[in-house]
Structure formats: structure tokens, C-alpha cells
């Protein structure tokens, strides 16, 4: 049983913020519990007396959460600011329903101290209300009251004349004054439910409201818990696999997937396989509740119009016959999307966007989604466990009804949305790439995953080393934040290792398209002191790791249809020879020679192989920690300490190579930059001329 929805308030916390404060408490509060609302969804506001800044009288000012956001994590900044009197004022621009969205443009002139937050079109529905304090949420519980077909019926039921109820209107200027009429005309009234959308509720402090919008949630789920009909969904239509087998179908099935659908954009990918949608997944009602999409309009934008049921059996797992049907039944996704845009296009419409699906329900397995970044791709299906459970609740004590499609056509090539969509920033250059980083904790390969994350990349990074990886981790989420950067331990000279290392990335991102071979060790002794172990540990992750990566990332990228890169981190001692290090040496010009092999088997394919020869990487390397450090400075005749100056001094430029350096060169390598370079060698050694590549 769901745990109950308890206040949080703290009293005496509280009691030293001003009202903007307690707006910004009761918001964090809120947000802060995804039964309440979801992710980026629900507003909060309040109407608050402050000091004009021009001639200081008091005047009514409405802070409302502005345009973007989340109530989880939103801050002042994070509000809009607008003069109530010019609000109310503007009711005389108002030339009805037909020509509601122009009233979005007069917001701008209401705002109240030049706040630059830009004001949300949900800003008239809390204007409007008349009460102080103003939440709009969309918990599951009451999105499954307002989407049953006898919406209306049950909300009199359920809440006994505490809440009133409205039927579904897009949001928009009307909608506000028509909760405007509603809360004047039965002040007794705690909130409203919106039909297919959501909840209303308000109070006269901060305290009463977040408080009431907590008891108005908690008696929904209650009352839904008591009164649903199991089983849900119809009950069990297969059992779910074994989670180790769900994420190995995943894992395969992704990346082919993923570069079926990457043609025009690149996209990343997320898998779930929760309790909830399993539930939903296995059960007989699967496809017929699936066809009625969504309702509440947050759930439907992050969704599409319907999510893709991928055919599968799971009693009879056959994944050939899986992979067989994709091609047409994605064809015919798309050609269902395309019918449905010319059904309900307006003449202004926007163009048609992307046809294909956002969600994959499988089976036995679970839930796909796949959108432009890991966030969205994340949180996309976050909305739709919301809207499994909207559907559980409402089938359970009613019928689910979903948003009619003229109405779910209107939401999603609205104009205004068009609009905030165009003012999006432009993807970076390696926006929806995933890229692989062995060796991932030393300097050069935090350097390399730190430059792609600036980029837009996701990166995976692989090292044996688990605390230090674990640390470089931490450094790179500050960098692009948890979804965009994931760590898996392993031993690259490991076949099974290394197919570990694909299956994972193919898990958390949905394939790859960028591969930085960069794990390393050195070491240094006089040829007859060179021990058959040291020959054969520089082999072994030089050679025969590289192989394996490079074999496995390239069967993945010929899979995806998409290109690739590959970069392969080697070393100015695979040009030229170093006495004492003959073990270092010749692993690291084995490294060379298998790029360039696999560079010409990649060409057919679009996949590219490149090399980047560092040399004296001595400052953030973890390599110079150990022996190497001493052995080469007693091979050079020098102290330890006085290595890196050393190094510095032999070059031609006098200059220091750092880890930053080597990830330029990786990044112009793995970019478009570079669309044309396949088999070729960047030295980033400051200048050798032994090194001159011929």
C-alpha cells in the first residue's frame, strides 16, 4: 500500500520567512513528492502586498512559478512577478475564446519590478481565482478522478461538495475566468478538479493550502484504494521475465531500435521495468487501454498522441521474430501519426514533427522511451507511470477516457508551445551522441568525458579501478548533471567483461556512437630485465583490450546504422622507439596498426578510426603515480621531481601537455569536424620531430 501523503511543515521554520519564501517553501514541499505532481508540472502561487518601486504605495502582486521550472528544485528566480490591478485589467482586451492566445503577449506588460521570469500561459488561472493561495498539481490519484468517464458524478462523491469540477478546456485565458467565476460563486469550495487534467486547490495562508492540497490527494488515493475492482488492467494477460533476462532484451533491442529511429535526430534511451509498468505490460488490457493515450495534458506532451506496443511474446521470447515486425509496424506508426496530423491540422499549423513513437511498451520486459536527451528520454517515461496509474485508478472504480484527439492535436501543435519550442537553445554538437570512455578515471579520460559532456554527450565511463571511478563520477555529474554521466567497473581484457561494459552502455543510453579507447598502463625496464609477465600485462590491455572495445563497439555502431567514431588514446612511443620501455613500445604501435585495420572495415559502414598520440601527459595522469614516474626519470639520467620539466624542455615548443589537451584532440576527432579523417594520427606532444608521422 502506498505510504500516506503527510505535511512536512515546519512551523518554526516558517514562522522567519516572508510571504514570497513561504511560496517558495510550499513549492519545494510540494514538488519534492512525484505522487503530488510530476516532474516539471503543476504551478503554485500567491498574491502578496508589496511596496511599488516607483512611488512605494502598496499594491497586490502575483508571484506565480514561471514559464520552465520545477517546483522540486525552483528557486526565487525561478517566479514571475505581476501587478494584480493590471490583470484584472486586462479582462477589457479580451475578445473571447477564438482569440484567447493573444492575451499571452500582454503579460509581459503587468510584470511587477522588471522581473525578466517570463509569466507561464497557466498565469490567468491563478490570477483569477479568488483566494490568496493558489496550487495546481497533477497527482495520479485525482487525474484518475478527472479522466473517468463519470468524472463529474464521482468528484460530488468523493468529496462531498468540497471540490468543484469543470470540463475539459485547453488552458488559456477563458479557462481562468471561468475559475474565477466558480471560486466566487461558492467561496465554501477547497478547490476544483479540471476534467482530463487536474487539481485546483487554494487556501488563505501558505500553511492551509499546501495542507489542503496534501488531504485533498490522500482522500483521492484512499477512496480509489477502497472502491477498485481487481484485478487491474484486466488481470494477467503473460508473466513478466526475469529481471536479468528483461535487461539483457533491453539491451540487444535498444540500439537497433535506437538507429531506426535516429535518422533524422539523434535520440537517447531509457528502460523501466518498475513494478508498475510490468503490471501494465503483462496485463490482457494492454492494447486497447495503451490505444486511448493519455489524458492530462503535461502527461500527453511528454508521451505523443499514443505509445508503440512492440509485438512480443514472452512465453515464447523469440527475439528474431521481434526484430522481423519492427520495420513495418514502425512504418505503420508513422503512417497513423501522419493521418492523424492531416485529421485535425489547422491552416496555421506548424509543420509535422517527428512521427515516431516515444513509447515502447514491451511485453514481459517493459517500458522503452527514447527522446533528443537522457533527461527527456528519462522523464517521458516517468509521465507515463503516471499515466498507467491514472488508468489503474480510473478503470478501477470507473472507465478510462482519454483526451479526445482533436483536443490532444490542439495541445501538441499549439501555437504558443510552437513558440517556446522555436526559443530553445541550439542542441550543442554532440547533442544525442553516447560515448564510451575506458580508462575513464585518469586525467586523460575524465578530461575527454568532462569536453563530450560540454558538448552534449552522455558518457559512459569504464575503468577497473571502482573507488577512483566512483570519484570521477561525482566530478562529472557537477559538470552535466546524474542523467548524462553513468560508470561501470570492469577489466577490458575480459571478453565478457567487455560485452558487459556495450550491454550496460546499450541499457543506459540506448547504443553508442562514440568510443574512446583510452586504458592504460606503462612500464619500463632494459630489455633483459623485461619480465614475460610485464611483456605480456602490456599486451594484454594495449592489444588485446583495445581489440576487444573497438570489436565490440563497432558491432553495436554497424547495428545502429548510425556511423560512429572511434579514437584510439595510443602514445608518441608507438612512432618511435623508446629504449627501456620495448614492452610499452610495441603494445602501443599494435594500438596504432588496429585502428588504422579497423578504420578500413569501418569506412562502408560511416564508422571512422582515428589515433591521438599524447606524449608526457604527466600532470592529472595517473600513470606518472606509480613506477613509470621513477623508471623513466632513472632512464633519463634525472630526479623524479624534475620530470615534467624535463619533458617540457625536450619538446620543440617548451611546452607542458596536459589532459585538456588530448580531449581537444579527441573532440575534433569525434566531432563533425572531423567528418572526413578516417585512419589518421594527431600527435599532442608539443613537438617531437621523430614523431613526425610518413
Not at 504558443?416 to 542542441?427: F, I
Request: net charge negative; proline share 4%.
Amino acid at each position: 500500500m502506498t505510504a500516506t501523503i503527510t505535511s512536512r511543515w515546519n512551523d518554526e521554520h516558517a514562522a522567519a520567512l516572508s510571504e514570497p519564501e513561504l511560496l517558495l517553501y510550499r513549492s519545494n514541499l510540494l514538488g519534492s513528492d512525484l505522487r503530488i505532481t510530476n516532474f516539471g508540472g503543476g504551478n503554485t502561487s500567491a498574491k502578496v502586498m508589496m511596496d511599488d518601486p516607483l512611488d512605494g504605495k502598496q499594491v497586490e502582486v502575483l508571484w506565480v512559478k514561471g514559464s520552465g521550472g520545477d517546483l522540486g528544485s525552483i528557486a526565487m528566480n525561478g517566479f514571475s512577478t505581476l501587478y494584480m490591478d493590471k490583470l484584472h485589467a486586462l479582462k477589457a482586451r479580451y475578445r473571447g475564446l477564438a482569440h484567447e492566445d493573444e492575451m499571452v503577449a500582454y503579460l509581459p506588460h503587468c510584470t511587477f519590478d522588471l522581473n525578466p521570469r517570463a509569466a507561464s500561459i497557466d498565469t490567468p488561472l491563478h490570477a483569477y481565482i479568488a483566494r490568496k493561495h493558489v496550487d495546481h498539481m497533477h497527482p495520479d490519484a485525482v487525474i484518475a478522478i478527472a479522466a473517468c468517464a463519470s468524472s463529474k458524478a464521482l468528484t460530488q462523491t468523493i468529496f462531498e461538495g468540497e471540490l468543484g469540477w469543470l470540463p475539459w478546456q485547453r488552458p488559456g485565458y477563458d479557462l481562468g475566468l471561468k475559475l474565477e467565476a466558480v471560486s466566487k460563486a461558492q467561496p465554501e469550495l477547497k478547490g476544483i478538479i479540471l476534467e482530463g487534467h487536474g487539481l485546483f486547490t487554494w487556501g488563505d495562508t501558505a500553511k492551509s493550502c499546501y495542507e489542503t492540497t496534501l488531504a485533498i490527494i490522500q482522500r483521492a488515493e484512499e477512496w480509489l484504494g477502497a472502491h477498485a475492482k481487481q484485478p487491474a488492467f484486466g488481470g494477467a494477460g503473460s508473466a513478466a521475465l526475469p529481471a536479468q533476462q528483461r535487461a539483457a532484451i533491453a539491451a540487444r533491442l535498444m540500439p537497433l531500435l535506437r538507429g531506426k529511429i535516429s535518422q533524422e535526430e539523434y535520440k537517447l534511451g531509457h528502460f523501466d521495468d518498475s513494478a508498475a509498468v510490468l503490471e501494465f505490460v503483462c496485463s490482457k488490457d494492454l492494447k486497447p487501454l495503451a490505444a486511448l493515450g493519455t489524458s492530462c495534458p503535461d502527461h500527453f506532451l511528454r508521451t505523443k498522441i499514443r505509445p508503440f506496443v512492440i509485438d512480443f511474446d514472452p512465453a515464447a521470447p523469440d527475439f528474431d521474430a521481434l526484430l522481423a515486425s519492427l520495420d513495418a509496424a514502425l512504418v505503420q506508426y508513422r503512417a497513423d501519426y501522419s493521418a492523424y496530423y492531416e485529421r485535425c491540422k489547422h491552416a496555421n499549423s506548424p509543420a509535422v514533427r517527428d512521427a515516431n513513437p516515444i513509447i515502447y511498451l514491451i511485453p514481459g520486459v517493459g517500458m522503452l522511451s527514447f527522446a533528443k536527451d537522457k533527461a527527456t528520454a528519462r522523464i517521458a517515461g516517468e509521465f507515463y507511470v503516471n499515466a498507467i496509474n491514472v488508468m489503474r485508478g480510473a478503470n478501477g472504480v470507473d472507465s478510462y477516457v482519454g483526451l479526445p484527439e482533436q483536443e490532444a492535436f490542439d495541445i501538441e501543435y499549439w501555437l504558443l508551445e510552437e513558440a517556446k519550442l522555436q526559443r530553445m537553445p541550439k542542441p550543442k554538437s554532440l547533442a544525442g551522441r553516447v560515448a564510451l570512455v575506458t580508462g575513464g578515471a585518469g586525467g586523460i579520460g575524465q578530461a575527454v568525458a568532462r569536453q563530450f559532456l560540454q558538448e552534449g554527450a552522455c558518457v559512459m565511463l569504464t575503468d577497473i579501478d571502482a573507488e577512483a571511478l566512483a570519484v570521477a563520477k561525482e566530478n562529472l555529474i557537477k559538470v552535466a548533471g546524474k542523467d548524462s554521466v553513468g560508470t561501470v567497473t570492469a577489466n577490458i581484457t575480459s571478453e565478457s567483461a567487455v560485452d558487459g561494459i556495450l550491454e550496460a552502455t546499450a541499457l543506459q543510453f540506448g547504443g553508442i556512437d562514440l568510443l574512446v579507447s583510452n586504458a592504460g598502463i606503462a612500464s619500463s625496464a632494459p630489455l633483459e630485465d623485461t619480465t614475460l609477465e610485464s611483456w605480456e600485462r602490456n599486451q594484454a590491455i594495449l592489444g588485446t583490450g583495445y581489440f576487444l572495445v573497438g570489436r565490440a563497439a563497432f558491432r553495436v555502431m554497424k547495428q545502429q546504422q548510425l556511423g560512429g567514431s572511434m579514437v584510439f588514446v595510443a602514445s608518441k612511443n608507438g612512432l618511435v622507439a623508446s629504449a627501456g620501455a620495448s614492452a610499452y613500445c610495441t603494445a602501443k604501435a599494435a594500438e596504432i596498426h588496429l585502428a588504422r585495420c579497423i578504420a578500413l572495415e569501418g569506412a562502408p559502414h560511416g564508422i571512422r578510426v582515428n589515433v591521438v598520440n599524447p606524449d608526457a601527459v604527466i600532470r592529472g595522469s595517473r600513470i606518472w603515480d606509480g613506477k613509470w614516474k621513477e623508471e623513466r626519470a632513472a632512464s633519463n639520467k634525472i630526479e623524479s621531481d624534475d620530470i615534467e620539466e624535463f619533458y617540457r624542455q625536450r619538446s620543440m615548443l617548451k611546452l607542458s601537455v596536459l589532459p585538456e589537451d588530448i580531449a581537444e584532440a579527441v573532440y575534433f576527432l569525434s566531432s563533425s569536424k572531423a567528418a572526413k579523417s578516417t585512419g589518421n594520427i594527431i600527435n599532442v606532444d608539443a613537438g617531437n620531430a621523430a614523431a613526425f608521422t610518413r
